[in-house]
Every structure is written in C-alpha cells, then in structure tokens.
C-alpha cells in the first residue's frame, strides 16, 4: 500500500466519520425538538412557567434564611482566626 493510497483512505474514513456524527447531531435536534413540541402540546410545561420566581437568599420557599447566612459568616470568620 503506498502512501497516496494511505492518505486517500484515511481522508475516506474522516469524512466518513464526520458524516456519521453529523447526522447523529441532525436526528438528535429533530428529536428533541419533536420531544418539545409533544410536550407543549400535552400541556406538561405549565407548571413550570406558573411557578413563581423566588430570590435564593430572600427567605422564600427554598431559600436560605438571613439569620443562617449570618451564623455560616462568623463560623466561618471564627475557623479563619483559628
């Protein structure tokens, strides 16, 4: 086998590899935009967009509590002096 027969083969199964992972990525977008429009269309997104938006550290359902943040901040100060 010669080199240029080499290269040539190499080069087929390059673009042959590409090709394959290209079309994977195509059929994976198709599907999960296919995913999407099926679950709009049964209504199953509702309850995500009707929750409402709660600020992490405010105290909300979730969130952390002023007074703990607090507590966290000096045990922490107290361990560094240490």
């Given at each position: 086998m010669t080199i240029a027969q080499m290269f040539n083969q190499s080069g087929v199964l390059a673009l042959l590899g590409m090709s394959?992972?290209?079309g994977f990525l195509i059929i994976?977008?198709?599907v999960i935009s296919?995913?999407?429009r099926i679950i709009h269309a049964l209504g199953l997104d509702k309850e995500l967009s009707a929750a409402?938006?709660?600020n992490?550290?405010?105290g909300?359902?979730?969130g952390v509590d002023g007074a703990v943040v607090a507590a966290i901040t000096a045990a922490v100060k107290a361990y560094r002096k240490e």
């Open positions: 394959v992972v290209f994976l977008v198709v296919v995913a999407g409402p938006a709660v992490a550290v405010s909300g359902a979730g």
